[in-house]
């Protein structure tokens, strides 16, 4: 049985406003064995991207524990990838990449070697020289998370990587990151509304109800299933989206529109 790589203990946030606290999240409970993939599923403002931020140390729970992967001086080993890809446009692909490395607290002398592997590892090796201008969405994904991978984070955490794709982009992308992934062995939370996409991508799938939301279902993706069960897998989709519909009446249409990715899912 794989080792935790992540556990979230009563997580909880609360903004206060004017006086005036703003629950975000709260009891929020999961375990991630490593090389995982979790997807956070719920609708907007349930606090799915917050809890993402809080695993990244961008932002502080309010109550609760996170426990992580860090190196020996206590950093997080977690790479964060956003909706957009945050290239710098006047840094070609492969400074953009080079520039994950500036962040690390030690750097080595292999940092050209490990650019060339992830560029190549990537399929980005003939675009080294471009700029951000010239690429594709999806190529433009891909480099935002080479940036992210060439600093070998345990974990990455993706917060709806693909949602300003084209509905093609976006499922050969989410293809692709699912074998990119296993290749790595890294485990990874992605942070989605979509339901087609949560069940294409995740291992395991874990619905958030809205603010303040706590995790309210979780449902098994074994992998063999992506090899087609096309029967299973519709019902699945049916489940979810049954439970989805029940948190809140005005996200069931925009959970429903389909994303144009295959879907793979076994119930737990």
């Known amino acids: 049985m794989a080792a935790i790589a992540l556990r ?52 502080e729970l309010t109550g609760g524990e996170i426990d992580l992967p860090r190196d020996a001086a206590g950093h997080r080993r977690v790479g964060i990838v956003f909706q957009e890809s945050l290239l710098l446009p006047w840094l070609t692909v492969r400074e953009n990449v080079t520039l994950g490395l500036n962040y690390r607290a030690h750097r080595h002398a292999s940092d050209d070697a490990a650019v060339d592997s992830v560029l190549a590892e990537f399929g980005l090796g003939d675009l080294g020289g471009a700029y951000p201008d010239e690429l594709s969405g999806g190529q433009a994904q891909r480099v935002s998370l080479a940036r992210t991978v060439v600093t070998r984070p ?28 296993q ?6 939370i992605v942070v989605t509304h979509d339901v087609d996409e949560a069940i294409t991508l995740g291992d395991r799938v874990a ?12 449902w098994s993706v074994p992998r063999e299933w992506r090899a087609g069960d096309r029967g299973r897998l519709d019902e699945l989709k049916n489940e979810v989206l049954r439970h989805y519909r029940s948190l809140e009446p005005g996200t069931a249409r925009a959970a429903s529109a389909p994303s144009g990715a295959r879907l793979a899912a076994g119930r737990i």
């Open 8 to 59: 979230v203990s009563g997580a909880a946030k609360t903004y206060v406003s004017d006086g005036h606290e703003l629950p975000v999240f709260s009891e929020v409970d999961l375990q991630v064995p490593e090389g995982q993939i979790l997807v956070l599923l719920g609708p907007s403002g349930c606090g799915k991207s917050t809890l993402l931020r809080a695993i990244a140390g961008l932002d």
């Open 154 to 181: 345990e974990m990455v955490l993706f917060d709806e990587p693909f949602s300003a794709l084209d509905p093609l982009t976006r499922a050969t992308m989410q293809d692709w990151l699912v074998g990119i992934q």
């Open 207 to 218: 619905l958030m109800s809205p603010a303040p939301g706590t995790v309210v279902e979780t």
């Open 183 to 188: 290749a790595l062995g890294v485990t990874a």
